[in-house]
């Protein structure tokens, strides 16, 4: 399994250069074409949702994704921010559970934070007869 990892600061001008490698990194990993426009969307929401959650908090950590290329294409965000009570109350969340069918929103083990993973399916080529 590859994956692309991306580290940046908490802004909402750098969430549009995550959609762009996360969409890209779904392509070669076979997300179907019909699913790209849920993924960039996706990927926008959780990136968007990481910054607004340090920014609340005035934390100037960077947020983390990882894009993973393998049965399945995983997307995962990790936020640091110490905002319990918003973990639960969150809106961009909530959107999320809307257009993502495999989505997880967990707090960070050890350590303030969340974690979401997101997952689509993917479509492999076949190798056979090559």
């Given at each position: 399994?590859?994956t692309?990892?991306?580290?940046?600061?908490?802004?909402?001008?750098?969430?549009?250069?995550?959609?762009?490698?996360?969409?890209?990194?779904?392509?070669?990993?076979?997300?179907?074409?019909?699913?790209l426009?849920?993924?960039?969307?996706?990927?926008?929401?959780?990136?968007?949702?990481?910054?607004?959650?340090?920014?609340?908090?005035?934390?100037?950590?960077?947020?983390?994704?990882?894009?993973?290329?393998?049965?399945?294409?995983?997307?995962?965000?990790?936020?640091?921010?110490?905002?319990?009570?918003?973990?639960?109350?969150?809106v961009?969340?909530?959107?999320?559970?809307?257009?993502?069918?495999?989505?997880?929103?967990?707090?960070?083990?050890?350590?303030?934070?969340?974690?979401?993973?997101?997952?689509?399916?993917?479509?492999?080529?076949?190798?056979?007869?090559?």
């Amino acid at each position: 399994m590859a994956t692309v990892r991306l580290e940046f600061t908490p802004e909402p001008a750098h969430v549009r250069t995550a959609r762009l490698v996360g969409v890209a990194v779904a392509r070669r990993a076979g997300v179907p074409d019909d699913q790209l426009d849920e993924v960039r969307l996706a990927i926008g929401e959780a990136c968007a949702r990481a910054v607004a959650r340090h920014q609340r908090v005035g934390l100037r950590d960077v947020v983390s994704v990882a894009f993973s290329d393998g049965d399945r294409y995983v997307v995962q965000v990790w936020d640091h921010a110490d905002d319990e009570e918003q973990i639960t109350v969150d809106v961009s969340a909530s959107l999320l559970q809307a257009i993502v069918k495999d989505l997880q929103v967990r707090p960070l083990e050890g350590g303030p934070g969340t974690e979401v993973q997101m997952a689509w399916p993917v479509r492999r080529a076949s190798r056979l007869g090559r």
